[in-house]
């Protein structure tokens, strides 16, 4: 008996993760997807909070995201960074400047003790996105990479001032010991039906995720499917430094060695047609072109996932 999904549930972060949930979002209705997204990036810039793999899916969902970068406003201008230069200020984070409408509204709303979940919602509404944007938890988590050459740097210090180019020692998760989901994402868990682990980062995308109480948990003990995407493809990284990254933490860089980092937290893989050749153990196995370089390679995707989720019967 075919599956049917009513409460889907993807984990994104990044440019990769807000593709795929772009493309679910084409064809599933706003009631029965919802986007969890990884906060681990997020930081506090000239006194606003920025939160770039949330409005890297809010902006692409809203089809207002730049095409070339995968992330900011498309079309942006930048006469408040060329303003900040002319007091001598070093502007190695490229900001836009209707970009900064969004992080002045939202920091204005944390200032007031609104919540980033409920901030969110009401920034992704007003820009026609139905679909709902979770942030993993409201609390502050960041991700901080431990390098060899600068010591611990912070996440978008690591990935934008350094191009991640420094040599990865370690990273964690600052702030997760006492983090919890919002109850918001915790419902979301609870009620999915199937789990989609985007083409994100593992160790940057997901790992801040699994690290706040209770997502390790409540993915582990559904006996629903619970299927990861490989961002790794014939030994790269489709962006980013995935790549890079797994061989520097001394692991191979295959799409198996995806597989075995998500461990039982998954029960499916879906992997790319060029690393047809990986046997991928105690998963159910989906093999594809899993490059999206248009809108309709996103919905493909996505459709091809739904068709063999509902296709196949889970434990
Ligand atoms: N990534 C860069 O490589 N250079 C930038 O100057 C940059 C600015 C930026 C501004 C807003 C935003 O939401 C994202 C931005 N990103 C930039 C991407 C950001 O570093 C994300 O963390 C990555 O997309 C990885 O998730």
Same mark, same amino acid.
């Given at each position: 008996m075919a599956l049917s999904l009513e409460h889907v549930v993807v984990l994104a972060g990044g440019v990769g993760g807000a593709k795929l949930a772009d493309g679910l979002a084409r064809i599933l209705p706003p009631e029965?997807?919802?986007?969890?997204?990884?906060?681990? *990036? *997020?930081?506090w810039h000239y006194g606003m909070r920025i939160c770039p793999d949330l409005d890297t899916v809010m902006y692409t969902l809203a089809g207002v995201v730049d095409p070339a970068n995968g992330w900011g406003v498309a079309g942006d201008t930048t006469a408040t960074l060329e303003a900040l230069k002319r007091y001598g200020e070093d502007v190695w984070f490229r900001l836009g400047d209707q *970009?900064?409408?969004?992080? %002045?509204?939202r920091s204005e709303a944390l200032r007031n003790g609104?919540?980033?979940?409920?901030v969110m919602l009401r920034l992704q509404n007003r820009l026609g996105v139905l679909h709902p944007i979770l942030p993993m938890t409201d609390a502050a988590v960041e991700t901080m990479i431990d390098t060899v050459e600068y010591g611990e740097l912070p996440f978008?210090?690591? &990935?934008v001032r350094y191009r991640w180019q420094p040599t990865m020692k370690g990273l964690r998760y600052a702030g997760s010991e006492n983090a919890e989901a919002s109850p918001?994402?915790?419902?979301? %868990?609870?009620?999915? *039906?199937? =789990?989609? =682990? $985007?083409p994100s980062n593992p160790w940057l995308s997901l790992a801040p995720m699994l690290s706040v109480k209770p997502f390790s948990e409540l993915l582990i003990e559904k006996h629903i499917p619970r299927v990861a995407v490989s961002p790794i493809?014939?030994?790269?990284?489709?962006?980013?430094? $995935?790549?890079?990254l797994m061989a520097e933490l001394g692991y191979d860089v295959t799409a198996r060695a995806v597989a075995e980092y998500y461990g039982a937290l998954i029960?499916? &893989?879906?992997y790319d047609l060029q690393d047809s050749s990986l046997i991928i153990e105690d998963k159910k196995t &989906?093999?594809?072109?899993? =490059?999206?370089q248009n809108q309709i390679d996103r919905e493909h995707l996505a459709q091809l996932i739904l068709r063999w989720i509902t296709s196949e019967v889970w434990d």
């Open positions: 029965k997807l919802t986007v969890i997204v990884n906060t681990g *990036d *997020d930081f *970009d900064i409408a969004t992080h %002045l509204l609104e919540r980033l979940t409920e978008q210090t690591y &990935f918001e994402v915790t419902a979301a %868990l609870e009620n999915a *039906d199937a =789990i989609i =682990i $985007a493809v014939a030994g790269t990284a489709v962006k980013g430094p $995935a790549a890079k029960n499916g &893989f879906v &989906f093999v594809t072109n899993t =490059i999206m």
